[in-house]
């Protein structure tokens, strides 16, 4: 699945080409031709887990260190997403480990649920933010003064 969108995020018009690739085979990562490309080329990622399946949060755990291998950083903009809040009761992953994965990894972190859509909106806002303060943070470091930047157009993939 693929959307683009204009969107305006604090005062900031751009354009985001988001794709969700939900088809991934569970080893992956490097050996995924068909998307692998494509997903090299993504300014900022999404990844998601259900906290009621303990197996897509253990391939969710495999995304971040991949991710910076491919673009050769040490951080990158990325956001682990806790899915399906709603279903406590069925927890397979405690909130605990999806903070440890976060920390380890240096990427932000989220909880939504289906029961509050607003949820999903809000996490999306986080993950282009943090792109935003990536791309301001390196600027800084080339240039050495700030500047206003701008940001036309943005690849999002959720994984």
Same mark, same amino acid.
């Given at each position: ?52 399946? #303990? $197996? ?10 991949? %991710?910076?291998?491919?673009? @050769?950083?040490?951080? =990158? ?51 282009? #933010? $943090? ?10 470091? %080339?240039?050495?003064?700030? @500047?206003?930047?701008? =940001? ?8």
């Amino acid at each position: 699945n693929s959307y683009k969108r204009r969107c305006v995020v604090d005062n900031r018009e751009f354009r985001i080409n988001l794709q969700a690739v939900s088809d991934i085979p569970g080893d992956y990562l490097p050996g995924f031709v068909g998307m692998h490309g494509q997903l090299r080329r993504g300014d900022m990622y999404m990844l998601v887990y259900s906290i009621t399946s #303990r $197996a897509s949060f253990t391939r969710v755990t495999r995304y971040p260190n991949q %991710i910076l291998q491919w673009k @050769d950083k040490s951080a =990158y903009p990325m956001l682990i997403v806790r899915n399906h809040a709603e279903q406590g009761q069925r927890r397979e992953v405690s909130t605990q480990e999806g903070i440890a994965l976060a920390r380890e990894t240096g990427c932000h972190i989220c909880e939504i649920s289906a029961d509050y859509p607003d949820h999903l909106q809000e996490a999306f806002l986080d993950l282009v #933010r $943090a792109r935003w303060r990536y791309e301001d943070q390196k600027y800084l470091r %080339i240039r050495g003064y700030e @500047d206003a930047i701008t =940001y036309e157009h943005l690849k999002a993939f959720i994984l």
